[in-house]
């Protein structure tokens, strides 16, 4: 039994690998993300398992307590925080992660201080990896979810020198890992490493608006893999390597996508200081048009969009922010009901976090096949009798693609303005993150109707209902 044990171990982590690998392509779509999920959970706990069985598991009361007390946090977190503040949760759930590897590497560089044993090169720099990376991402995921959870403004935030206070922070700690490899029982270089890579993770995070955050969660995300894969190198586990390669490759694909989506470089969204994280609308500019603007109220929009034969709703993060998903629903199954083919068109990057309006459209039963990315929706919206846009702004702001001189110049967008008519329900005329206006708003196939997302749509409910 006891020659099996290791094989079995290293058995049941390649069970667990290969769960995870199916669970991660089955989260690609909407259709099989639920099962996904459960299948890298039952992964996940195949390979906890299977490191409980390690010999050099020294105390199983004390991991049970962990256990047993991370399993009620989790449970309360997944009970009490509402869809809408799932971008602070995964935020704050990649901090943990990271602080998780940073401590495990902490702990492995006192274990060196406790032994006769000096660490080698490769061990030293493995620890001051696990310590730099997991520090910049507890501390840049906190700073992000106090930016998402509107603890902090969500405007970037920069001050005099701050990027040459980067790099001497950086120059310090390469110079400080550098000396811990010639030196690794030096405490206070070490100890000095922690803090400059916490205090990195609060720069990095700093000068990035709010409405950049689903390419930070993204990014942080992949740090929290990194990290992990670092943490299994530190204590020689398979599973905890391939997992946390498994989450940074992901991390950074999405990374990238997200990127794309929004037509800018990675190395723009993290040192350009970007957008002002939405308010007074400013020039977008170099173009010039009308800004006539056209309201509407709610009994005119039911009849328009009652009697339409398409109708495609544009979710943003106003419909989040309002929590109105479950009255978009119950506004769809009443058009549907008198005969409106109904659609939702997902930009990639509206919302907080990647997936953000997939993720509350899911909970509240949105189809599946109603859901229709940017690629896929944009060539309808020519046959689209009335577009309704909830909450966005950016993501469909003509300006895009054709004013040179505008922020979002090149950022692939809805095409909203093709529509035959569009309803914006927004409460005023503030931007979006970026800063600048919306042409949308003032187009004359545009009707604003003003108010809050929530109590808009289930007046609109009301109305086709007595259609």
């Known amino acids: 039994m006891s020659d099996f044990l290791p094989s079995g171990i290293q058995l049941s982590y390649l069970v667990a690998a290969s769960l995870f690998i199916v669970g991660l392509k089955q989260l690609g779509s909407p259709a099989t993300a639920r099962q996904g999920n ?4 039952i992964g996940m706990l195949i390979a906890i398992v299977g490191t409980l069985l390690e010999r050099q598991v020294i105390s199983y009361e004390l991991i049970a307590v962990g256990i047993i007390a991370g399993s009620i946090l989790g449970t309360i977190m997944a009970k009490t925080v509402a869809m809408t503040d799932m971008p602070q ?58 930016k998402l959870q509107e603890l902090l403004t969500g405007a970037p935030i920069s001050f005099p020198f701050q990027q040459p206070l980067n790099a001497l922070l950086a120059i310090a700690l390469l110079g400080g890992s550098a000396y811990l490899v010639m030196n690794p029982e030096n405490v206070p270089v070490f100890l000095a490493l922690v803090v400059i890579s916490n205090i990195l993770g609060i ?13 930070v969660v993204s990014l942080l995300n992949s740090y929290s893999g990194i990290a992990a894969s670092v943490a299994g190198f530190i204590l ?54 009308d800004k006539t603007v056209r309201s509407i109220d709610v009994e005119e929009s039911a009849m328009m969009l009652g009697y339409a034969r398409s109708v495609v709703i544009i979710p943003g993060y106003g419909m989040a922010v309002a929590q109105a998903q479950h009255s978009v629903r119950e506004l769809a199954d009443g058009l549907e009901k008198m005969g409106v083919d109904v659609k939702y068109a997902i930009h990639p990057v509206a919302g907080r976090m990647p997936g953000h309006m997939n993720v509350l459209l899911a909970e509240a039963n949105v189809p599946y096949p109603q859901l229709y990315d940017m690629d896929d929706i944009n060539p309808q919206f020519d ?58 708003f003032y187009h004359d196939k545009t009707m604003m109707l003003f108010g809050s997302a929530k109590d808009v749509v289930a007046k609109l409910v009301s109305e086709v209902k007595q259609l």
């Open 203 to 215: 720069m990095f995070v700093l000068p990035i608006g709010g409405g950049d955050m689903p390419v």
């Open 89 to 146: 949760m995964v935020g704050l759930l990649n901090g943990f992660g990271g602080a998780a590897s940073a401590l495990v590497a902490v702990g492995e560089f006192w274990r060196y201080l406790s032994i006769p044993e000096s660490p080698s090169p490769d061990a030293t720099i493995t620890i001051v990896l696990g310590v730099l990376i997991g520090g910049i991402t507890f501390t840049g995921s906190v700073l992000a979810f106090a």
């Open 383 to 440: 046959e689209t009798d009335v577009a309704l846009v909830i909450g966005a702004n950016d993501v469909v702001n003509p300006a895009a693609r054709h004013d040179a001189a505008s922020p979002i110049y090149g950022m692939p967008i809805l095409d909203v303005d093709k529509a035959k008519h569009t309803i914006v329900i927004k409460r005023g005329m503030n931007a979006g993150f970026s800063g600048v206006d919306n042409e949308l």
């Open 236 to 289: 020689m586990n398979n599973m905890l390597i391939i997992a946390g390669a498994l989450v940074g490759a992901s991390g950074i694909i999405l990374t990238q996508i997200m990127c794309k989506a929004m037509n800018r470089s990675l190395a723009n969204v993290l040192f350009g200081a970007f957008g002002t994280g939405g308010g007074a609308a400013v020039a977008g500019g170099g173009g010039t048009f």
């Open 38 to 41: 459960v299948v890298a959970a």
